[in-house]
């Protein structure tokens, strides 16, 4: 429900090769020719950016690389960002490495965010009386981001935590917010994201993902069975907005030994719509899409 691409699909450290030294992914904020943008501001937030699991350390000359500083700029930001207190500079080996700081602003974040208050009641309540892990996760661009879980006795994947990030098209809450969406939107959205197989279940090619997404709108809900992680069978609602945008993703998360497939969405999708039609803030499930796929 990224980083990202677990072979065996059963923990996301145990990831396909990851390049310590490329560059940073710049994000799709505009820079050239967009006179209120504070470029220091951006490169600041690239160096915090560009500590990961890959580098939980770096030293000053990788930081310039990776960013694409030169080393003076490079020193510049981290004496201020150490300063601020976001990095720490170890005193014998000169490497840096992000704070408990850091965490500052996605506290902020969840202690302020209106749809999470809204939903935690509804939240709480599934997870007492399913007793199955229950996330409620939200779309950013081309991933789903998790903002709360409640985890199961019976979880597979302990190390998705809040914050972690995974792909919309194989996954139950992204497919459940991207068939709320207009469809020119989706199709733009999918025109940008990195489509391949996790596991041999996943829907990844183009139409069938389009045809998978126009079914979901129909239903109501989504489903991923073992598409990002082995033995992990996982259902999904969008909460909607005033609008009828999707503004979030409830889903239910539920270990293949247990329950088959079928089981899984007989059982739980109605639960999952429920709550997210509840939490929705029309106060009831948005209408299918009326626009088809071609």
């Known amino acids: 429900m990224a980083p990202?691409?677990?072979?065996?699909?059963?923990?996301?450290?145990?990831?396909?090769?990851?390049?310590?030294?490329?560059?940073?992914k710049e994000g799709g904020t505009a820079r050239a020719g967009d006179p209120l943008m504070v470029m220091s501001?951006?490169?600041?937030?690239?160096?915090?950016?560009?500590?990961?699991?890959?580098?939980?350390?770096?030293?000053?000359?990788?930081?310039a690389s990776i960013v694409g500083l030169d080393?003076?700029?490079?020193?510049?930001?981290?004496h201020t960002l150490e300063k601020l207190g976001y990095?720490?500079?170890?005193?014998?080996t000169k490497r840096f490495e992000l704070t408990v700081k850091t965490l500052d602003l996605g506290h902020h974040y969840l202690r302020g965010n209106?749809?999470?208050?809204?939903?935690?009641?509804?939240?709480?309540?599934?997870s007492k009386t399913t007793e199955e892990t229950i996330n409620l996760t939200m779309l950013d661009d081309t991933e789903i981001v998790f903002?709360?879980?409640?985890m199961s006795r019976h979880v597979l994947n302990t190390d998705v935590v809040i914050g972690m990030r995974m792909p919309a098209y194989c996954t139950a809450p992204g497919v459940a917010m991207l068939s709320r969406m207009p469809m020119e939107e989706v199709v733009a959205l999918i025109d940008r994201m990195d489509l391949h197989p996790f596991t041999p279940n996943t829907t990844w090619k183009r139409e069938d993902l389009l045809a998978k997404i126009e079914?979901?709108?129909?239903?109501?809900?989504?489903?991923?069975?073992?598409?990002y992680y082995h033995g992990d069978l996982?259902?999904?609602?969008?909460?909607?907005?005033?609008?009828?945008?999707?503004?979030?993703?409830?889903?239910?998360?539920?270990?293949?030994s247990r329950f088959t497939p079928q089981e899984a969405e007989e059982r739980f999708a109605p639960l999952v719509v429920a709550a997210a039609s509840s939490i929705s803030t029309i106060g009831r499930p948005t209408p299918p899409r009326k626009n088809t796929l071609r």
Request: net charge positive; proline share 6%; hydrophobic share 45%.
């Open 215 to 227: 079914r979901s709108a129909g239903l109501g809900y989504a489903t991923a069975f073992e598409e």
């Open 71 to 78: 080393k003076s700029a490079a020193q510049r930001f981290t």
């Open 114 to 126: 209106g749809l999470l208050e809204r939903s935690m009641p509804y939240l709480m309540h599934l």
């Open 41 to 63: 501001v951006e490169k600041a937030f690239r160096v915090l950016n560009a500590f990961d699991a890959a580098r939980p350390t770096m030293s000053l000359t990788q930081i």
């Open 4 to 24: 990202r691409r677990p072979s065996s699909r059963q923990s996301d450290t145990e990831s396909a090769t990851i390049d310590a030294d490329a560059p940073v």
């Open 234 to 256: 996982s259902i999904a609602a969008a909460v909607v907005g005033p609008a009828g945008m999707p503004i979030g993703a409830i889903n239910i998360a539920v270990s293949r």
């Open 87 to 92: 990095l720490h500079k170890d005193p014998e």
């Open 147 to 150: 903002v709360s879980r409640f």
